[in-house]
């Protein structure tokens, strides 16, 4: 990226600093890079970014402009893919996802962040 260019980038974000086992092993084999948001602003800095601002995306951004709209798609894309079981096991992983964060959405979400490059 140029000097004074921007980035914008939505990332899976701790928002509490102690959470559930369960939750943190969940998130350790599916997305090990998950941290606070402290860690993301730090690692944007050492990489030589100036942050902007960042946010935490609201639940009904997960719910209904996510998961929602993405198991009314199960049907199709199960058809489209011929009931592999490839597709099956992708839907399965998502299912779980989804029981995830409606069991512990009080502990992360999306973060948002902006940043200049320095």
């Not at 690692?43 to 198991?71: A, M, R």
Request: net charge negative; glycine share 4%.
């Amino acid at each position: 990226m140029k000097t004074g260019g921007i980035l914008a980038v939505s990332d899976i974000t701790w928002i509490t600093d102690r959470r559930p086992l369960e939750l943190e092993q969940f998130w350790e084999r599916e997305c090990p890079e998950i941290d606070t948001v402290s860690a993301k602003l730090q690692v944007l800095e050492n990489h030589g970014y100036e942050v902007l601002s960042h946010f935490i995306l609201p639940e009904d951004c997960w719910i209904e402009h996510y998961y929602l709209p993405l198991q009314k798609s199960y049907k199709s894309f199960l058809e489209r893919q011929g009931h592999s079981q490839e597709a099956l096991n992708l839907i399965a992983s998502d299912k779980s996802e989804f029981e995830m964060y409606m069991k512990y959405r009080q502990y992360y979400s999306y973060g948002f962040y902006i940043a200049r490059k320095r």
